[in-house]
């Protein structure tokens, strides 16, 4: 289980206001970044081979999501990864549709060979990392969280990283620890890039808590609790979306009481 609760690794993370330097995707940016503000984070969108080493170098933390990929934005990638490494600073990958094209599958295999510190994607995309066959339809996962546990559990202790699975339940393991996450609501994957807004989250509590583990739960947690609160009021994904960004801006204490649960998987 973790030691710093859901609630702790939150006020951290708020707490040290982490510059986070964030490769992602054109869909994602906007959400992605507004997610990081409204939890206290400072986000960095920022991708040209000529300055993301020396950027990720000065961030807190790095993440990596290849759903809108190109060879420039791949060399961006090792770039970056590279600044982090040689800085000691911790790096998400999020390997968004890698089963949907050999190009975007050999990107993601080589991203993996730099060792991210933390692997978060859905089902499908997490079976497919773990060679095992992960469907998915596009960015959009077809198989169940319970169906890539096992892959994830041997990821992790393979590749020496935090593996996250994210659905309707969340599953969270480093290989020896491992927990599920309930909470969240089904409007989320009706909002496009959540899932990636998130795998920048999780880059802000991993800057802010040691543990990488305890971090990558806390950032589901927190995710999933802001999303259950959102849905409470919503009408649809629209007002859902500006809900989930407000919810998450007025998270405290409190809020997780009683709402998302984490138990040992
Ligand atoms: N059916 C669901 N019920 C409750 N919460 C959900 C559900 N689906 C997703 N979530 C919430 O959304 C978070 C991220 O979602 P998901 O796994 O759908 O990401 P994703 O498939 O990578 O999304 P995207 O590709 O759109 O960025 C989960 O961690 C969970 O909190
Ligand atoms: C819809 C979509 N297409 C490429 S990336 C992305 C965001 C969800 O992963
Ligand atoms: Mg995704």
Redesign the pocket.
Known sequence: MVTTSPADAFAATRAATPLVHCITNYV?MNVAANTLLAAGASPAMLHAAEEAGEFAAMADALTINIGTLSPSWVEGMVAAIDGAQRAGRPWVL?P?ALQASAYRRDAAMRLMDLSPTILR??ASEILAVAGDSGAGRG???TDSVAAAESGARRLAVERHCVVAV???V?FVTDGSRAVRIT????L??RV???????SCLVGAFAAAVPDPFDATVGA?AS??TA?EIAAEKAEGPGSFGWRFLDALAALDAAAFHGRTRVTPA
């Open positions: 994602a999020d968004v994607g859905n960015a959009d996962t994210t659905g309707a969340d909470g969240g609501s089904t989320m994957p496009t890039a959540l899932g990636c807004a998130l589901l995710f999933a999303g």
